[in-house]
């Protein structure tokens, strides 16, 4: 396993974290125990979930998920790096969402409950709150720093102007502020390079790109479904159709490189100068294998260009639409 810093900090992740969403809706404990420990053979040592996660009417079970793993011992906590988020409504009574102070200091309580642990290594905030003033959102997040119930505060969702204003106001009150964004990030949706990747740049913050193959369309969707696999439905069917051209190219590049696709996917994002560790999100043990082959997939030069002429990205705003 390969290890990079968060970031400007000096915490070493790995390139590839491994997210749980699934843990719960998808993939039952036992199994999610097994992914986990499997992920943790593989040098995987950063682990992403939320406390929204769980599945409908069961918000927060994907903490209990991995609070139960972590406490059967063995150094599992100790090995993780643990980032959980906070924002969603968890339950229907006002303060029970985004965040205010007081959600701020009732959602981590509740989180370090159902995770077992004492702090939480990564706090995100899973998306822009516009109605709370930085000022209260940093005060809080600094007692909690004090209190030892968390060490790095990240964003997720964040817009470029987002985070500058984010930093500036924590760099007025002399604290660290945000340390990573998590952002949809990859070859089919490559937006963040407008502004948030050059705010995460200019501010130092590791770039941790969600649904790294854009749920599953990069991923072979094609031959799966010449193969009777797979077929896409709802807003993904969409997508499909929009891009099915531009798919085709891009799995007959993969397979002349002699890659899968999900591994070309994954390996491109590794090689974008920001990012700290796309999420993966595996289901089962087979599908986490399957993501770590993509290190050590090395993309050249041509294939890179190869890649930016099927999906083209964006230049920093304004250069990309003005002069």
């Known amino acids: 396993m390969e290890y990079t810093h968060l970031g400007r900090t000096g915490l070493s992740v790995s390139r590839l974290c491994l997210g749980t969403m699934n843990f719960g809706p998808h993939t039952e404990e036992a199994d999610a125990h ?14 992403d979930t939320a406390n929204t996660y769980g599945g409908r009417g069961t918000r927060g079970r994907t903490e209990e ?34 965040l205010s102070a007081l959600n701020i200091r009732r959602a981590v309580d509740a989180s ?31 007692v909690l720093v004090a209190q030892g119930k968390i060490v790095y ?7 470029g102007w987002h985070i500058a204003q984010a930093q500036e106001a924590a760099r007025a009150r002399h604290f660290l502020g945000l340390t990573s964004e998590q952002s949809l990030y990859n070859l ?16 130092g913050l590791g770039l941790i790109p969600w649904s790294p193959l854009h749920g599953g369309l990069l991923g072979g969707v094609l031959r799966k479904e010449r193969e009777g696999v797979r077929r896409g439905e709802g ?19 993969a397979a002349e490189l002699g890659h899968e696709p999900g591994d070309v996917a994954l390996a491109w994002l590794l090689s974008r100068p920001v990012v700290t ?35 083209p990205g964006h230049r920093p705003a304004p250069e990309d639409y003005a002069w």
């Open 188 to 203: 089919l949706e490559r937006s963040v390079e407008l502004e948030v990747v050059p705010a995460a740049r200019h501010y």
């Open 277 to 311: 560790a796309p999420i993966i999100g595996p289901r089962t043990l087979d599908q986490l294998e399957a993501a770590v082959r993509a290190l050590d997939v090395s993309l050249d030069r041509k294939t890179l260009d190869r890649l930016d002429e099927i999906f």
């Open 34 to 47: 097994r992914i986990m420990d499997a992920a943790h053979e593989q040098g995987i040592n950063f682990f």
């Open 235 to 253: 807003r993904a069917a969409e997508v499909l159709a929009a891009n099915r051209d531009r798919i085709g190219a891009y799995e007959d590049l």
């Open 112 to 142: 370090l409950r159902r995770l077992r642990t004492d702090h939480i290594d990564l706090y995100q905030m899973h998306h822009i709150d516009r109605e709370t003033p930085w000022e209260e959102i940093w005060q809080a997040m600094e």
């Open 65 to 98: 998920i991995i609070g139960a793993w972590f406490a059967q011992g063995g150094g599992r906590r100790e090995r993780t790096v643990l980032a959980t988020k906070l924002y969603g409504e968890t339950g229907p009574w006002p303060n029970e969402g985004k």
């Open 153 to 159: 505060v990240g964003s997720s969702n964040f817009a």
